[in-house]
């Protein structure tokens, strides 16, 4: 299977699923700016227009008190200054009226008793000329206006300034107010209601932040989203504040949560990508391994079947005259059915690790005469293949509690690959011993060695090395190795592997002294 046919799900996968959601997320994320700052901007127009609500209540009522007040009094006799609270409305400290030309203001016959007041006054009125100036001009399109100045004479002390114009005199009408009586009583309730229960509204002192009104008794916050100057009252401010969360967070949390859900869909998918990728790959890789392993056990069971067969109909026929002659085919079929019952016991084996049934049956063992049965069975084998085989055995090593089947099957694999692998020196050596609390059994070659990226590989199911003329012709099945680690295993014990490229290998079967398996 070629290597394009891998590729092309990972990247169909990739264009239709990974690619888009991506994309989306990166749009998401760039414009969640902007829509935090629409909605933000939405958010801030309507508070504003809230406090402005309340700003235009405050002039209402001053114009309405205005137009009782002149519906109810004869202006042209009553010029002067009235020092009294009027009737009704107890938050007006002082009326004045005073009659101006169109010039000048003329401010020397104004009249008040307190000098300090009138000097205030006076001084702001003069500060303010343009815009009374102003207010003349609009009284005469018909337009009455009223600006609202702060004195500093006494604290909460606010003046409200407007023109009046009765047949051709013009007046400067003059209001002295207590701002935060007029707060608390005229604007209160109206802020309450405004406010009701979404929102908080609070008005201050400009200078001092004294908290003067809230909507909420005794929950004033000390900081609010947006803050308006009332318009008759410069001194003092409105503030607002939403109850709970705001749109604004509400909407930030929302956005984010949208994106924390897309970045996890996003990874959900990538990883389904790339599972479906790994699934993919390791099918086809189970696929080729597969069909590797059919023809390299069908290839190394056909051999020994032709031999035997091509020997035994010799042998059948009768031809062969000489006793040693004959004696040499009978050695060369057993040899052969050695072999073939090897490869079977080794596929039985595998299979019956698959499918968990491998069962290791313990009992008293002395490792040593596992070396020496391997040796001497295989000696005839050796001689024929021109190897050398010597051993060194620790005779002082004791029984213990062990599989000999399984561990015969271990050491034969061993040996065989030791065979298979080795190339011009044909040296094998076996050891026996003991380290720490194992005792091990050690096969070394010193054929064509093992690369160090190999190694890594040796111990996996179906893993063969093709490399290299040796390895490539040796015939196997790529489950020796993966058998002997999974039968090591079940003694408890660790195989081990030293190899130098060229040089040789060593394996080594290390099994514990004190294995409390069952028999
Ligand atoms: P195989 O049937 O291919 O021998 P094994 O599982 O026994 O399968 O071994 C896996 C691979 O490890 C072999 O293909 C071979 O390349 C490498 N190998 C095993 N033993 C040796 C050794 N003694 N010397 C060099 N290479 C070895």
Redesign the pocket.
């Known amino acids: 299977m070629s290597k394009r046919f891998i590729i092309k799900p990972w990247l169909i996968v990739g264009l239709l699923l990974v690619i888009p959601t991506s994309l989306f997320t990166a749009i998401e994320l760039l414009t969640l700016n902007d829509q935090e700052e629409v909605i933000e901007s939405i958010y801030t127009k309507q508070l504003e227009s809230v406090l402005s609500s309340i700003n235009q209540h405050t002039d209402d009522i001053a114009n309405n008190w205005i137009d009782d007040h002149e519906s109810n009094t004869d202006l042209s006799k009553l010029t002067g200054t009235f020092e009294e609270s009027l009737s009704g409305f107890p938050y007006i400290r002082s009326f004045i009226l005073h009659p101006i030309d169109s010039i000048s203001l003329n401010l020397g016959s104004f009249s008040i008793s307190n000098d300090t007041l009138k000097k205030e006054i006076v001084n702001q009125l003069l500060a303010h000329n343009n815009e009374i100036e102003q207010l003349k001009r609009y009284i005469k399109s018909g337009y009455r206006k009223i600006i609202g100045i702060d004195l500093e004479y006494q604290q909460h002390l606010s003046m409200l300034v407007y023109v009046s114009q009765v047949q051709t005199q013009t007046f400067l009408n003059i209001l002295l107010l207590d701002a935060r009586q007029f707060i608390s009583e005229v604007l209160s309730p109206r802020i309450q209601m405004v406010a009701g229960n979404d929102l908080i509204i609070v008005v201050r002192h400009n200078k001092t932040n004294e908290l003067i009104a809230c909507s909420l008794l005794n929950e004033a916050p000390d900081e609010v989203v947006k803050e308006q100057a009332i318009w008759l009252l410069p001194d003092y401010y409105l503030g607002i504040q939403p109850v709970g969360i705001s749109i604004s967070e509400l909407a930030n949390k929302r956005a984010t949560q949208n994106i924390g859900l897309l970045i996890l869909v996003d990874i959900l998918l990538i990883t389904g990508a790339w599972l479906f990728y790994r699934n993919v790959k390791r099918e086809l890789h189970l696929a080729k391994v597969k069909s590797d392993f059919v023809s390299n056990v069908s290839h190394e069971i056909r051999t020994p079947l032709a031999l035997i067969s091509m020997y035994a109909e010799t042998l059948q026929l009768g031809r062969l005259k000489e006793e040693s002659k004959r004696q040499k085919y009978y050695n060369i079929i057993y040899r052969e059915t050695q072999r073939l019952s090897g490869i079977v016991n080794n596929i039985l084996n595998f299979s019956r690790i698959e499918s968990g049934r491998q069962k290791l049956s313990f009992g008293n063992v002395n490792i040593n005469d596992i070396v020496e049965d391997v040796n001497n069975n295989y000696n005839y084998h050796f001689n024929e293949k021109g190897f050398t085989v010597d051993t060194d055995i620790n005779h002082e090593l004791r029984s213990i509690n062990a599989d000999k089947q399984a561990l015969t099957e271990c050491v034969i694999?061993l040996v065989d690959?030791?065979v298979?692998?080795s190339a011009d020196t044909k040296k094998i050596h076996l050891r026996t011993g003991v380290r720490a609390s194992y005792q091990f059994i050690e096969v070394s070659?010193e054929?064509?060695?093992?690369s160090p990226k190999?190694l890594k590989h040796?111990f996996d199911k179906f893993?063969?090395?093709t490399k290299g003329a040796l390895?490539h012709h040796?015939k196997?099945?790529?489950?020796?190795?993966?058998i002997v680690n999974h039968l090591v295993q079940g003694h408890q014990g660790k195989i081990e592997v030293e190899?130098t490229e060229g040089k040789g290998?060593t394996?080594r079967i290390l099994l514990p002294i004190n294995n409390s398996a069952k028999p």
């Open positions: 694999n690959n030791a298979k692998y070659d054929g064509i060695g093992i190999e040796i893993y063969r090395v390895a040796a196997g099945s790529g489950l020796g190795l993966s190899s290998s394996f």
